[in-house]
């Protein structure tokens, strides 16, 4: 697997986050979450992110509303994002 338990990520997958606001009105697109969890059969990551979205716990292993599983396609750990910024800068 890409990332960790405990890793934090930026949600980038534009299509999916269209998606999700069509459905509860809330877009995913750049919102900041925790690892939290790690599927290995289905390569899925548990995300909890800060904010709410509409989702669910995950039976309890995150924050109500804020719980959504991710393939690493979906995600970038936050560092990533901000080498790469720093780096188009220049």
Do not use: A, T
Request: proline share 0%.
């Amino acid at each position: 697997m890409k990332y960790k338990i405990g890793d934090w990520i930026v949600y980038i997958d534009k299509n999916y986050s269209k998606w999700w606001k069509e459905q509860s009105g809330i877009s995913l697109y750049g919102k900041i979450g925790k690892i939290i969890g790690i599927d290995n059969d289905s390569l899925r990551y548990l995300i909890e992110f800060k904010e709410f979205i509409d989702s669910h716990d995950s039976n309890g292993k995150g924050k109500d509303g804020h719980c959504q599983w991710c393939v690493d396609i979906e995600i970038i750990s936050l560092d990533q994002l901000k080498l790469k910024k720093l780096l188009e800068e220049k």
